[in-house]
């Protein structure tokens, strides 16, 4: 996805893909004939490059003839450049939609950064580009959603650092002792997307020591899977987020993006809302051979399960000593859950 600059006089040096200005606006001096940086001009509904040609059209979309006006271009002009003054998200999934498997690409201008979003993952495919005001904070976060948005595609290597921190190595944690902890609040994240056996979040009472605790994908005797689901333990506990920081689960609020975990894979996913009830605990007391000993409070219930190995899972009132269970090690020292370079000791 390319992000394009609404050009007017003045405006601010940006990294763009190409500029869009009318024909009252000047492109600006940084932008001169030896840059890369492609130059549009939009008059009276036709959109020109630099050397005069047409290459597409601009339209206004405000009500049913706006959107009846822009499809008749899809198939016939190379770039479509709509543009919502009262943002609505039903026509332009109509004009990606119809633009699918077409020579016609897409140009959504943004007023706002609220509209970002929905214009990048529209149907799932989004827009081919977006227009952008002179908005540094607009301007960062679209850059965020088109890294997103490539790594979504495959074709990167690697997730961006800014949205997402590298899926963590899981390593073995051995378990000590199984002990009843008493009554606490338990909290249930439920999230926006199903989750895959195997799949899990990393929660602990400890920063430097996180156990993977596996979604309620599986079925059981008494009560159906729950594959949105993930009973992740009391609200003292530390959840791992999408961009490598942690929050502790009473902090999490719907909207929130957490790290999904696999022993092959991570992706982000939003929480959809939380579910919170006094609940029996159990303490899983057990032990890393790089630091030592760790703990976590989990519901005394069947459907609670934790990684065992690559293929299988035990029930948190199946646990005995002994056992091998996956979880991951990171930074202890964390302020407001970020990591720090102090000195930090939690037991």
């Known amino acids: ?24 606006d000047s492109f600006p001096n940084w932008a001169s004939d030896e840059s890369e940086i492609r130059r549009y001009q939009v008059d009276n509904g036709a959109v020109t490059d630099c050397d005069g040609r047409t290459i597409g059209a601009f339209i206004q979309i405000e009500n049913d003839e ?22 609505k998200m039903i026509p332009l999934e109509n004009l990606v939609a119809a633009a699918d498997q077409t020579s016609t690409k897409l140009a959504a201008t943004i007023s706002n950064s609220d509209q970002l979003q ?16 002179d908005d540094e904070g607009i301007w960062r976060v679209a850059q965020q959603l088109a ?3 490539l790594s979504d595609s495959g074709d990167v290597k690697e997730s961006s650092s800014i949205l997402m921190m590298e899926s963590p190595e899981l390593v073995k944690l051995q378990v000590t002792s199984v002990e009843t902890g008493g009554v606490g609040d338990r909290v249930c994240v439920d999230l926006v997307q199903m989750l895959e056996i195997g799949e899990g979040v990393l929660v602990g009472s400890s920063a430097a020591l996180l156990v993977l605790v596996h979604g309620e994908t599986l079925s059981s005797q008494f009560v159906p899977p729950r594959p949105f689901r993930i009973n992740a333990g009391p609200v003292h506990s530390y959840i791992l987020m999408a961009d490598g920081s942690t929050k502790y689960l009473s902090e999490l609020v ?4 957490v790290l999904v975990v696999s022993s092959s894979s991570s992706r982000a ?4 809302r939380l579910k919170i009830e006094p609940r029996p605990l159990l303490l899983v007391r057990f032990n890393s051979t790089q630091y030592g000993e760790g703990q976590l409070f ?18 948190v009132t199946h646990l005995e000593a002994g056992m091998n269970i996956l979880g991951a090690t990171a930074t202890a020292g964390r302020h407001i859950g970020q990591a720090i370079s102090g000195d930090v000791e939690e037991k």
Not at 269 to 272: F, K, L, P, R, S
Not at 298 to 315: D, P
Request: proline letters at 3%; aromatic letters at 6%.
């Open 1 to 24: 996805m390319e992000l394009w600059l609404s050009s007017k006089n003045g405006v601010g040096e940006h990294p763009a893909d190409a500029l869009v200005s009318t024909k009252e």
């Open 298 to 315: 989990l519901q005394q219930a069947e459907t609670v399960r934790l990684v065992l190995n690559l293929e299988k899972t035990a029930s």
């Open 118 to 133: 929905g214009a990048t993952f529209a149907l799932q495919k989004g827009v081919d580009a977006l227009i952008l005001p």
């Open 269 to 272: 996913v939003a929480v959809g």
């Open 147 to 149: 890294t997103q948005r």
């Open 66 to 87: 706006g959107q009846a006006a822009a499809l008749e271009f899809v198939g016939l002009a190379d770039w479509l450049l709509i543009d919502c003054p009262d943002w």
């Open 254 to 257: 719907a909207g929130d993006e």
